[in-house]
C-alpha cells in the first residue's frame, strides 16, 4: 500500500525561525511531489512542486528531495504567524494520477 | 490561475436523504477530477478518479453504489451522497487536471463542500 508519512506535530516556531517540514513516501517509482498548505475548514493550495533531486527555492520556501532515500522537505524562512496552518506533502506515485497525501504537519508560529 | 468551484459549500441534510455535490473547472477543461473526503484532523482521503466520459475509478473502501459520480462534460463532475448517514458528514472536496504537459501534473482545488447529516 502506497503511504506518504509526516510527522502530525504541532512544530512550533518563533517568528522569523526557520520551520523544516519533512515528509517520506513508500513508493519507490513516484515521480512528482508536491507541497499543499491547509487553513482550518479550506481546501488546500499548493506551495511547490519538485520533480528533480536536490533543492527548488521559491522565494522564503525551499523544497528539497532525496529519491534515494525517498524523502521530501519543505523549509520555511523567516516563518510568519500567517504561515500557521496544517501542511500536507502528496506524491503522485509511479503508475498513478491522483495524489496520496501524508496526514499533514501543523505548523505554529508564535509572534 | 486555473479555478474550480464547488457547490453547494455547506449543506445539512437528514438522515436517508441524496446530497449531490457539483465541482466545475471554470477556466480550463478537466480531462480528470478527483473526489476526496477529509474528515476532522485527518488527511484528504482520495474516494475516486474520474475522466469525462468514463465510469469513475473507486478506491479500495468506497462503495461506488453510495457514491455516485458522473464527469459528463470537461467542465462539470458530480458527486452524489446516496442515503446519506451521520457518518457521510464530511469535507468533500474535488480537484481538476487538464491533459498533463510536460510531466506536470498540478490539479486544482475547488473549495469544498462540508456536508453534515443529521
Known amino acids: 500500500q502506497k503511504e506518504v508519512e509526516q510527522n502530525s506535530g504541532p512544530l512550533s516556531v518563533p517568528e522569523g525561525a526557520i520551520a523544516s517540514l519533512n515528509c517520506t513516501y513508500s513508493?519507490?517509482?513516484?515521480?512528482?511531489f508536491f507541497w499543499y498548505r491547509q487553513y482550518s475548514g479550506k481546501s488546500p493550495e499548493l506551495i511547490m512542486f519538485?520533480?528533480?533531486?536536490g533543492d527548488k527555492e521559491d522565494g522564503r520556501f525551499t523544497a528539497q528531495l532525496n529519491k534515494a532515500s525517498q524523502y521530501v522537505s519543505l523549509l520555511i524562512r523567516d516563518s510568519q504567524p500567517s504561515d500557521s496552518a496544517t501542511y500536507l506533502c502528496?506524491?503522485?506515485?509511479?503508475?498513478?494520477?491522483?495524489?496520496?497525501f501524508g496526514k499533514g504537519t501543523t505548523l505554529s508560529v508564535s509572534s | 490561475g486555473a479555478v474550480v468551484s464547488q457547490h453547494p459549500s455547506r449543506v445539512i441534510c437528514k438522515s436517508g436523504t441524496s446530497v449531490k455535490i457539483e465541482c466545475r473547472s471554470l477556466?480550463?477543461?478537466?480531462?480528470?477530477m478527483f473526489w476526496y473526503r477529509q474528515f476532522p484532523k485527518q488527511s484528504l482521503m482520495l474516494m475516486a478518479t474520474?475522466?469525462?466520459?468514463?465510469?469513475?475509478?473507486?478506491e479500495q473502501g468506497v462503495e461506488k453504489d453510495k457514491f455516485l459520480i458522473n464527469h459528463a462534460s470537461l467542465t462539470l463532475s458530480t458527486l452524489t451522497v446516496t442515503s446519506a448517514h451521520p457518518e457521510d458528514s464530511s469535507f468533500y472536496i474535488c480537484?481538476?487536471?487538464?491533459?498533463?504537459?510536460?510531466?506536470?501534473?498540478?490539479?486544482?482545488f475547488g473549495p469544498g463542500t462540508r456536508l453534515t447529516v443529521l
Open positions: 480537484s481538476a487536471r487538464d491533459a498533463p504537459t510536460g510531466g506536470y501534473n498540478e490539479q486544482f
Open positions: 513508493d519507490r517509482g513516484s515521480q512528482s
Open positions: 519538485i520533480y528533480s533531486n
Open positions: 502528496a506524491v503522485i506515485g509511479q503508475a498513478g494520477t491522483a495524489l496520496i
Open positions: 477556466d480550463f477543461q478537466a480531462t480528470t
Open positions: 474520474s475522466n469525462e466520459g468514463s465510469k469513475a475509478t473507486y
